[in-house]
């Protein structure tokens, strides 16, 4: 391996870092669900546009992945982060839910091509120039690059937004914009990583994935573990705004609940080796599925701003916490021919079980919103009840 190649895989890790930081700037998630609601829509359309994604996602997430796998990463990222781009210059014209139907599409097949090439991108990378004993520490980085910008980002668009005024929108929307057309830059400068070459056909590398995650219980309970706790804490996602804007709490304050909370899952993203090794991997997984628990009941039980702020961060932090520990557990797990691919097979388990999920937090968000922070506790209880990780079931890396 020349020493230009080398210096390219290892240049890998801060490009993705760049790459992943510029297409998630999104200032205009301080104040996403009451945009929807200025551009004419309800909270069960809102609800349903999840719906639109987790469908479309599942079309496209195993096929893209294949074509990952078979003709390169580096391409389907950069082909993803454009696709993004158009669905950021769509959100100028959106004003009904079918137009925001057609932005969502969009939206998803980018991220379809984009999620789990990423991921399979750094690793192989790490792997070929001998480094993957570091990905846990790596993936902690390469996830902190989405929390960094939204440190600060929400607070400017809550900030701008203000107002809730039409103009004040466009300008988070332009922001957001420029960030996608700068991470497609960055893209076109990565290195692609060599990847192990087996003969099989198309379908044979679907039979593959879906071989190893069937005859591998721990790989399956590991990801059913992340999709539930991650689904637990995206239902609450999806009506905070308006939850806590319902109770009183300030255009403004919406904003500093994203920069607080992405505060600190930068900084546990960053520091997420030093962290697992403090509390021990198995309470690392524990404690978000307890602390998101308490949290749920907190905002059910209470209309106080304060418990309302509180409760929000640690339910907008502990759906992701835990994603560089899956990711280097869960891709050890996995053969480099086929990582995109099984790793998206992963990932269609998730857009499956989000399907009724979603129709069913639509239909209850019409009656009472606290129908929905009761499915949510719901979600949080099942992993510790019937999803438990055991120590012994660990990769050492």
């Given at each position: 391996m020349?020493?230009?190649?080398?210096?390219g895989?290892?240049?890998?890790?801060?490009l993705?870092?760049?790459?992943?930081?510029?297409?998630?700037?999104?200032?205009?998630?301080?104040?996403?669900?009451?945009?929807?609601?200025?551009?004419?829509?309800?909270?069960?359309?809102?609800?349903?546009?999840?719906?639109?994604w987790?469908?479309?996602?599942?079309?496209?997430?195993?096929?893209?992945?294949f074509?990952?796998?078979?003709?390169?990463?580096?391409?389907?990222?950069?082909?993803?982060?454009?696709?993004?781009s158009l669905?950021?210059?769509?959100?100028?014209?959106?004003?009904?839910?079918?137009?925001?139907?057609?932005?969502?599409?969009?939206?998803?097949?980018?991220?379809?091509?984009?999620?789990?090439?990423?991921?399979?991108?750094?690793?192989?990378?790490?792997?070929?120039?001998?480094?993957?004993?570091?990905?846990?520490?790596?993936?902690?980085?390469?996830?902190s690059?989405?929390?960094?910008?939204?440190?600060?980002?929400?607070?400017?668009?809550?900030?701008i937004?203000?107002?809730?005024?039409?103009?004040?929108?466009?300008?988070?929307?332009?922001?957001?914009?420029?960030?996608?057309?700068?991470?497609?830059?960055?893209a076109?400068?990565m290195?692609?990583?060599?990847?192990e070459?087996?003969?099989?056909k198309?379908?044979?590398?679907?039979?593959?994935?879906?071989?190893?995650?069937?005859?591998?219980n721990?790989?399956?309970?590991?990801?059913?573990?992340?999709?539930?706790i991650?689904?637990?804490?995206?239902?609450?996602w999806?009506?905070?705004?308006?939850?806590?804007?319902?109770?009183?709490?300030?255009?403004?304050?919406?904003?500093?609940?994203?920069?607080?909370?992405?505060?600190?899952?930068?900084?546990m993203?960053?520091?997420?080796e030093?962290?697992?090794?403090?509390?021990?991997?198995?309470n690392?997984?524990?404690?978000p599925q307890?602390?998101?628990?308490i949290?749920?009941?907190a905002?059910?039980?209470?209309?106080?701003?304060?418990?309302?702020?509180?409760?929000?961060?640690?339910?907008?932090?502990?759906?992701?916490?835990?994603?560089?520990?899956?990711?280097?557990?869960m891709?050890?797990?996995i053969?480099?021919?086929?990582?995109?691919?099984a790793?998206?097979?992963l990932?269609?388990?998730?857009?499956?079980?989000?399907?009724?999920?979603?129709?069913?937090?639509?239909?209850?968000?019409?009656?009472?919103?606290n129908?929905?922070l009761?499915?949510?506790?719901?979600l949080?209880?099942?992993?510790?009840?019937?999803?438990?990780?055991?120590?012994?079931?660990?990769?050492?890396?």
């Amino acid at each position: 391996m020349n020493e230009r190649r080398i210096k390219g895989l290892k240049l890998n890790k801060r490009l993705i870092f760049g790459t992943k930081f510029f297409i998630e700037l999104k200032s205009i998630n301080a104040v996403i669900q009451l945009f929807y609601l200025s551009r004419g829509l309800d909270l069960s359309q809102i609800v349903y546009l999840s719906l639109v994604w987790t469908s479309i996602v599942f079309l496209f997430d195993i096929p893209s992945s294949f074509l990952a796998d078979k003709f390169g990463r580096k391409k389907l990222i950069i082909f993803g982060i454009f696709l993004t781009s158009l669905s950021t210059f769509l959100l100028f014209f959106a004003n009904s839910f079918p137009y925001f139907v057609l932005n969502y599409i969009i939206g998803a097949i980018g991220y379809s091509f984009f999620i789990g090439a990423d991921h399979a991108i750094l690793y192989d990378s790490l792997k070929e120039v001998g480094e993957e004993s570091g990905a846990n520490r790596v993936a902690g980085k390469y996830f902190s690059s989405q929390s960094l910008p939204k440190i600060f980002m929400p607070l400017l668009g809550s900030f701008i937004a203000r107002s809730l005024l039409p103009r004040e929108f466009l300008i988070l929307i332009i922001i957001d914009f420029i960030g996608t057309i700068i991470s497609i830059i960055l893209a076109g400068f990565m290195t692609e990583p060599k990847v192990e070459k087996v003969k099989t056909k198309k379908m044979g590398l679907f039979r593959e994935g879906f071989k190893l995650i069937k005859s591998d219980n721990v790989l399956l309970k590991f990801a059913l573990n992340k999709i539930v706790i991650f689904q637990a804490g995206f239902v609450y996602w999806r009506i905070y705004q308006v939850l806590l804007k319902n109770a009183g709490m300030p255009v403004v304050y919406l904003g500093l609940v994203y920069t607080v909370f992405q505060t600190i899952l930068f900084l546990m993203f960053w520091n997420t080796e030093k962290v697992q090794n403090k509390l021990g991997k198995i309470n690392f997984v524990i404690y978000p599925q307890i602390l998101g628990f308490i949290a749920i009941l907190a905002s059910l039980l209470t209309t106080n701003l304060i418990v309302l702020f509180t409760a929000c961060v640690v339910l907008l932090i502990v759906g992701t916490i835990r994603d560089p520990f899956f990711l280097s557990q869960m891709q050890a797990k996995i053969p480099s021919f086929n990582r995109a691919t099984a790793t998206s097979t992963l990932n269609t388990i998730k857009n499956i079980s989000d399907v009724p999920l979603l129709i069913l937090v639509g239909l209850l968000a019409k009656i009472n919103i606290n129908y929905v922070l009761i499915i949510s506790a719901v979600l949080f209880l099942i992993p510790l009840i019937f999803l438990k990780i055991k120590k012994e079931e660990l990769v050492v890396n």
